[in-house]
Nanobody, 115 residues
Framework: VQLQASGGGLVHPGGSLRLSCDVS????????MAWYRQAPGKEREWVAR???????DYLDSVKGRFTISRDNAKNTLYLRMDNLKPDDTAVYYC??????????WGKGTQVTVSS
């Protein structure tokens, strides 16, 4: 199983990005998926998750600005990020949960929010 995150970059405060996570080797349709991020000098933190039924949940600081979604046909997870803030600067990682204590991670994509 491989996860490839992409779509990161440098954006001004208030800008938008859409991250993608392409999954190969396993169909994602019945699996939980999530985005995490790790800022410099900080621990990795959970950002958003999406269940197989489409239900979503978000870190409080990104609610109303970030939207997680999935395209099961394309086997891809997305994170739309609007109104980005400097505190959103981090490496963003996608995670696929196969079973209890069995997760796969992508390598991450850098998001930098700066003027």
């Amino acid at each position: 199983v491989q996860l490839q995150a992409s779509g990161g970059g440098l954006v001004h405060p208030g800008g938008s990005l859409r991250l993608s996570c392409d999954v190969s080797g396993r169909r994602i349709g019945t699996k939980h998926m999530a985005w995490y991020r790790q800022a410099p000098g900080k621990e990795r933190e959970w950002v958003a998750r999406i269940l197989p039924n489409g239900a979503t949940d978000y870190l409080d600081s990104v609610k109303g600005r970030f939207t997680i979604s999935r395209d099961n046909a394309k086997n891809t997870l997305y994170l739309r990020m609007d109104n980005l803030k400097p505190d959103d600067t981090a490496v963003y990682y996608c995670k696929l949960t196969i079973a209890h204590n069995l997760d796969y991670w992508g390598k991450g994509t850098q998001v930098t929010v700066s003027s």
